[in-house]
């Protein structure tokens, strides 16, 4: 038998080395195992199953803890501390971190998972046996997904996302009871933000295609969302003093952005539902909202 770092073994307690710990064997190679690493009563000769990986003077090293993973599973690990030169540190279940290389992180470092971001990664080894974590590839993602069922079609789920680019974010759509999850994708346009590589986030089911994939989104339906942007101008309206506003359609898209956290487009959309019901009326750059027999409350153009 063959030791190695992420596998789990049955070996003899040979022998106890105070203040160390004890010291397993397979007949060939000892390992140890120190006192922190036991789970319950220990003596010589006993044979007890563990886990075997390097310790943090990276020596070889034996646990009775169960960990997350083994070596070549796949998992997803949540991240417990970041280095901005070596990665990032993935707990394992051991009190021990599991590295993700640098190199397996996106380029760009706003892109790049944060504390309490979970990532799909498999468990394998450097050159020396040591173990590490790689990001789990879009094959090994799919042989454990599932084909999303058609009454997903315009519900909102909760996803992970496994590779984050600029023109969309992939993710795993959580499976829930089903099973691990299927796949989907955000496209660009349908994101409200970039998105970190681990990062959790809700979508809506937008497109179910033939494979069982998804296209998702993190915007509400059109509709749903032209009656909550009115709802919120027609609240603004109400609140100013001349129930007016210096905004209109042709207001520059990014002062509405800024001032509405909404598109150019969510707002024509919003303005048209509430001229269409009669509550607002525009006037040149201005906005105003309708009195109770129809008409407006004039006011003289100020600034914001």
Same mark, same amino acid.
């Given at each position: 038998?063959? =030791?190695?770092? @992420?596998?789990?073994?049955? /070996?003899? $307690? !040979?022998?106890?080395?105070?203040?160390? %710990?004890? *010291? &397993?064997?397979?007949?060939?190679?000892?390992?140890?195992?120190?006192?922190?690493?036991?789970?319950?009563?220990?003596?010589?000769?006993?044979?007890?199953?563990?886990?075997?990986?390097?310790?943090?003077?990276?020596?070889?090293?034996?646990?009775?803890?169960?960990?997350? =993973?083994?070596? @070549?599973?796949?998992?997803? /690990?949540? $991240? !417990?501390?970041?280095?901005?030169?070596? %990665?990032? *540190? &993935?707990?394992?279940?051991?009190?021990?971190?599991?590295?993700?290389?640098?190199?397996?992180?996106?380029?760009?470092?706003?892109?790049?998972?944060?504390?309490?971001?979970?990532?799909?990664?498999?468990?394998?080894?450097?050159?020396?046996?040591?173990?590490?974590?790689? =990001?789990?590839?879009?094959?090994?993602?799919?042989?454990?997904?599932?084909?999303?069922?058609?009454?997903?079609?315009?519900?909102?789920?909760?996803?992970?996302?496994?590779?984050?680019?600029?023109?969309?974010?992939?993710?795993?759509?959580?499976?829930?009871?089903?099973?691990?999850?299927?796949?989907?994708?955000?496209?660009?346009?349908?994101?409200?933000?970039?998105?970190?590589?681990?990062?959790?986030?809700?979508?809506?089911?937008?497109?179910?295609?033939?494979?069982?994939?998804?296209?998702?989104?993190?915007?509400?339906?059109?509709?749903?969302?032209?009656?909550?942007?009115?709802?919120?101008?027609?609240?603004?309206?109400?609140?100013?003093?001349?129930?007016?506003?210096?905004?209109?359609?042709?207001?520059?898209?990014?002062?509405?952005?800024?001032?509405?956290?909404?598109?150019?487009?969510?707002?024509?959309?919003?303005?048209?539902?509430?001229?269409?019901?009669?509550?607002?009326?525009?006037?040149?750059?201005?906005?105003?909202?309708?009195?109770?027999?129809?008409?407006?409350?004039?006011?003289?153009?100020?600034?914001?």
């Amino acid at each position: 038998m063959t =030791l190695e770092a @992420g596998t789990r073994a049955r /070996l003899q $307690v !040979a022998r106890e080395v105070a203040p160390n %710990g004890f *010291f &397993l064997t397979d007949g060939e190679r000892d390992v140890l195992m120190h006192y922190s690493e036991m789970t319950g009563s220990v003596k010589v000769g006993d044979t007890v199953e563990v886990f075997l990986f390097h310790d943090t003077d990276d020596r070889f090293a034996a646990t009775m803890k169960t960990p997350l =993973l083994q070596y @070549g599973e796949l998992g997803l /690990l949540e $991240v !417990a501390d970041i280095h901005p030169r070596l %990665g990032c *540190f &993935l707990e394992m279940g051991l009190g021990r971190q599991l590295l993700l290389p640098l190199s397996d992180l996106p380029e760009k470092i706003e892109l790049r998972p944060e504390l309490g971001d979970k990532v799909y990664v498999v468990m394998t080894r450097d050159k020396q046996g040591r173990l590490l974590a790689r =990001l789990a590839s879009e094959a090994e993602l799919i042989e454990r997904s599932f084909p999303a069922p058609s009454s997903w079609k315009n519900e909102w789920k909760t996803a992970r996302v496994y590779k984050p680019l600029q023109m969309g974010s992939f993710v795993v759509i959580d499976g829930g009871v089903i099973g691990f999850g299927a796949i989907g994708l955000i496209h660009e346009k349908e994101r409200t933000r970039l998105l970190r590589l681990g990062e959790q986030v809700e979508v809506r089911v937008s497109f179910i295609r033939e494979d069982g994939r998804v296209n998702v989104s993190m915007r509400q339906l059109q509709y749903v969302s032209r009656d909550a942007d009115a709802d919120k101008l027609l609240a603004f309206l109400k609140d100013r003093p001349n129930r007016a506003m210096p905004y209109s359609d042709e207001t520059q898209a990014d002062l509405i952005q800024q001032r509405f956290g909404m598109s150019k487009s969510a707002f024509k959309r919003a303005l048209g539902k509430l001229m269409k019901e009669g509550l607002i009326e525009q006037k040149g750059s201005w906005t105003h909202l309708k009195d109770e027999e129809g008409g407006t409350t004039e006011s003289f153009a100020r600034t914001e």
